[in-house]
């Protein structure tokens, strides 16, 4: 079959974008979010309302080693806080985390934090699974999945790629509205510049969005 010379570049353009755009939140198990997390969500988990009020008030948290340093503020043990931390977590970037994030993971270890990296760019969790599976048990892999995230591509991401972080307030409506709106995105900049317009009364919002999406050079 031949493809007209005008089909062409829109299917080498919806294959991009099918490769490119592969973020999403990891399926969750029920961890809570603590920069999206209501009264009741930390109540839920047993968090003392000194150290919720501690966090709410340290928003944005972004990430999991600053979390850790808010907790250790708190008085709060290094085993408490590991305790913790299979309830509540700040997401970490599959692709571009810190070994000091990882290694706050209930579970992670050296030689599983070993195999993350060298299997980076990671693509997708599915990639994610099959990748891990000799560093670690099916059960393991799908617990540690709630933890990470792979980031979103600005321009290319589609509505179930979006879907997958609603849940701690990245993929809502409005923000796939936003971020569509100001397509193509050509730098950083421009998402801070343009995003900060609707987050004036909390500014620190913008980065914490930032830290989920990228734009491909």
């Known amino acids: 079959m031949k493809f007209s010379t005008t089909i062409l570049p829109a299917l080498a ?20 979010e603590p920069n999206v997390a209501s009264d009741s969500a930390f109540k839920a988990i047993a968090v003392a309302d000194p150290v919720a009020t501690a966090l709410k008030g340290a928003r944005p ?6 979390l850790d340093s808010i907790l250790g503020a708190q008085s709060m043990t290094k085993p408490q ?8 977590f700040v997401h970490v970037d599959l ?9 706050l993971i209930p579970g992670m270890d050296l030689k599983r ?11 997708s969790f599915e990639a994610f699974g099959t990748g891990m599976a000799k560093a670690m048990p099916a059960a393991e892999v799908t617990r540690t999945q709630q933890y990470l995230f792979i980031p979103v591509e600005l ?23 936003e971020f569509t709106e100001y397509r193509p995105w050509t730098s950083m900049e421009q998402f801070d510049r343009e995003i ?12 914490r969005l930032a830290r989920y999406v990228y734009i491909a050079k």
């Open 13 to 32: 353009l919806t294959l991009s974008a099918a490769t490119t755009a592969a973020g999403q939140l990891g399926p969750q198990q029920g961890l809570v």
């Open 61 to 66: 948290i972004l990430s999991a080693v600053a």
């Open 81 to 88: 806080r590991a305790e913790l931390y299979k309830k509540m």
């Open 95 to 103: 692709n571009r985390g810190t070994d000091a994030e990882f290694l």
């Open 113 to 123: 934090l070993a195999a993350i990296k060298v299997g980076r760019p990671w693509k």
């Open 155 to 177: 321009n290319t991401w589609t509505d179930p790629i979006m879907d997958s972080f609603a849940s701690i307030g990245v993929g809502t409506r409005q923000w796939k509205r």
């Open 196 to 207: 900060s317009k609707y987050v004036r009364a909390k500014p620190g919002e913008v980065k």
